[in-house]
């Protein structure tokens, strides 16, 4: 009788195990490091932030986040790579608003509304224009001038073709009336290599150009926020200009399609704390930027209606691939 109920015992404990084999899994995780893909070179804002985001993370999480730079295809490399990781929570990537555009431009690897879990949306960037400091060029009516008696003439660089430092050029260039000559780069930190080394004669990007425009390098035309920065409140927006071109392009932390919502959920809340990290906090402010927080829930909301409304801005721009 006792074996018998041993026996029982041990078939029940058997069978839950099977019947909740993500249950054992998620309370165990994490049992080793993650993988945190950056999908920029190493150096550029982007790597920095996440590089902080990554090292408070590992903190509350109790293993180490480890970032990787996976850089290309316009910030899309690190996603098409998450594809084919297990969806464990080992493997994390930041996806950037590229995500939402590119399908509308070219045939891609992976679906936007599919192939990703949006975990935590975490901050957003300050974009801006940038030129040398000896350009002939003090203000964006400068350059729109210029532009508008030489078409094709001004090159400008930036983080790739689809990013938000290149639509955001091409949107304004289009209600300014003018050709700019766009050269893609793989990240902040190749573009600003371009400009001061004299390559292109403007360049779009995040903040990374922030200690060059303090330094006085580079001088800062205008920025694509809703409202001016709190670093350079004298300098104005794109939409305050007249041109209706804002953007910030928020992001966070993603993962592959399929993840126990259990490891979601701890993912989540280990990098919302990083959001109270005087650390991070520091990182945000040396580049400009805000937090931008939005849950599991919120950040996947996001993400489908921001894939709608990049596509009838593609449209307009006329760049949307009709094959």
């Known amino acids: 009788m006792t074996q018998r109920r041993s026996f029982l015992r041990a078939s029940s404990a058997l069978a839950v195990s099977a019947a909740f084999p993500t249950l054992s899994r998620a309370q165990n995780f994490p049992a080793r490091p993650i993988k945190y893909i950056c999908p920029w070179p ?3 804002s982007t790597d920095v932030v996440m590089r902080s985001l990554a090292e408070s993370a590992s903190k509350f999480l109790g293993q180490n986040v480890i970032v990787e730079n996976k850089p290309g295809a316009g910030g899309m490399l690190g996603a098409v790579e998450m594809l084919n990781a297990k969806p464990d929570g080992y493997t994390l990537c930041q996806i950037p608003q590229g995500a939402f555009r590119i399908p509308h431009m070219q045939k891609t690897a992976y679906d936007t509304l599919k192939d990703f879990t949006w975990i935590a949306c975490l901050t957003g960037y300050t974009f801006g224009l940038v030129v040398p400091a000896n350009s002939p060029f003090k203000s964006i009516k400068d350059l729109v001038d210029f532009a508008k008696a030489n078409p094709g003439v001004v090159t400008y660089g930036s983080t790739g073709t689809g990013t938000s ?10 209600k300014a009336g003018i050709k700019l000559n766009h050269i893609p780069y793989k990240g902040n930190a190749e573009n600003m290599q371009a400009i001061l080394g004299g390559h292109v004669m403007a360049a779009s990007d995040a903040t ?3 200690p060059h425009v303090e330094s006085g390098k580079l001088r800062l035309l205008a920025t694509y926020g809703s409202k001016r920065t709190k670093r350079w409140p004298q300098i104005p927006t794109l939409d305050e200009l007249g041109y209706q071109t804002v953007s910030d392009s928020p992001f966070g932390v993603c993962g592959p399609k399929g993840m126990d919502p259990a490891v979601v959920k701890t ?3 280990a990098f919302k704390k990083t959001l109270e990290d005087p650390a991070v906090m520091a990182t945000f402010d040396k580049y400009d930027q805000n937090v931008i927080y939005l849950n599991t829930e919120q950040y996947t909301k996001f993400a489908r209606d921001s894939f709608f409304a990049e596509r009838a801005l593609i449209e307009k721009l006329g760049l949307l691939n009709k094959g």
């Open 42 to 44: 190493a150096g550029g």
């Open 165 to 174: 430092p290149h639509l955001a050029v091409e949107e304004f260039a289009q």
């Open 208 to 210: 990374g150009w922030g």
């Open 267 to 269: 993912i989540h809340d």
